[in-house]
């Protein structure tokens, strides 16, 4: 059986091109098995994964609760707004006491660029990165990039690009390591008091002209502002910032080309993408978000594999 290059998933910068294509292949079976009458597998009977969410979360916490209950693990769920971290305990010793419960497998998000992957040092387990602050977002850019991939076939030289709060955006940065390992070219399109200082050193085009990125791109994916992040004014209004920035159907009419339409979620409707292009054909949004239970089950199934532990 083919194994991934890790036994953890922190980031897609550690992750080599066959890992990808592995994914994807596993992920395309699981797909295939999530669409049956019957949806789940037996695979992961005897593993038990505990979820820590110490962010909010809606998609990235369902999806991988759910892909963990196809596979057939025993699932533990976590928020820390209701835990013992609120009394002074440290992540470590949280984690340490939830592994004592005999836990192999950990997903985790976190406010702290680095956090999952001090606890791959720190702990004896699994590890998986639910996205750790500004920093990665491993599985949503691997089912971002299997979306696109089910669009278009092979991604080598398909022009992506990514659009609004490329600074504080963990998407941006894992899907630009991922898009990039798979051949594609990448725009990032912000305003500039968006755009990180070193971004140029990631080999992307970089622009600050939307409907000149539009034109260029053969898929757009459109990033919200991540308010909760900012502790500054980074532009002068909202709505200043949905009138340059923001994907109206007008936009998406004048181009002379049908684009293909990613959001991460959640949506502001009417900042961002307007309700009409969010609605439309040519958003994947949905297929999104149904490819990410195949692609997490599939990301769990490859990691479990390289534990001793059976697999059905
Ligand atoms: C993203 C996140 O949390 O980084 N959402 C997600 O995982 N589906 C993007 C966002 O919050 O805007």
Known sequence: MKTLS??????????????????????????EVINRPIKKVPSLRDITIANLFFENSTRTKLSFELAEKRLSADVLNFSANQ???NKGETLVDTVNNILAMKVDMVVIRHPH??????????VDSCIINAGDGTHEHPSQALLDAFSLKEKFGELGGKRIAIVGD??????ALSNIYALKMLGAEVSVCAPKSLLPKHI??????????????????????????????????YFPSTR??????????????????EIVIL?????????????????????????QVENGVAIRM???????????IPIA
Not at 113 to 122: D, E, N, Q, Y
Not at 220 to 226: E, G, K, S, Y
């Open 6 to 31: 890790v036994s953890h998933l922190l980031g897609i910068k550690y992750l080599c091109e066959e890992d990808l294509h592995l994914i994807f292949e596993t992920a395309k079976h699981f797909k």
């Open 200 to 233: 140029d050193s990631l080999g992307v085009e970089i622009s600050t002209d939307f409907a000149k990125t539009l034109k260029w791109c053969d898929a757009v994916n459109m990033l919200r502002v991540q308010n909760e992040r900012m502790d500054l004014n």
């Open 240 to 257: 200043e910032y949905s009138q340059n920035f923001g994907l109206t159907f007008e936009r998406l009419k004048s181009l002379k080309k």
């Open 263 to 287: 959001h991460p979620g959640p949506i502001n409707r009417g900042v961002e993408i307007s309700s009409e292009v969010a609605d439309s054909d040519q958003a994947i949004i949905l297929n």
């Open 113 to 122: 660029p680095g956090a999952a992957h001090f606890l791959s040092k720190k």
């Open 83 to 85: 835990s013992s971290v």
């Open 298 to 308: 599939a990301i769990i199934y490859l990691l479990a594999s390289k534990l001793n």
């Open 166 to 171: 490329i600074l504080h955006s963990r998407v």
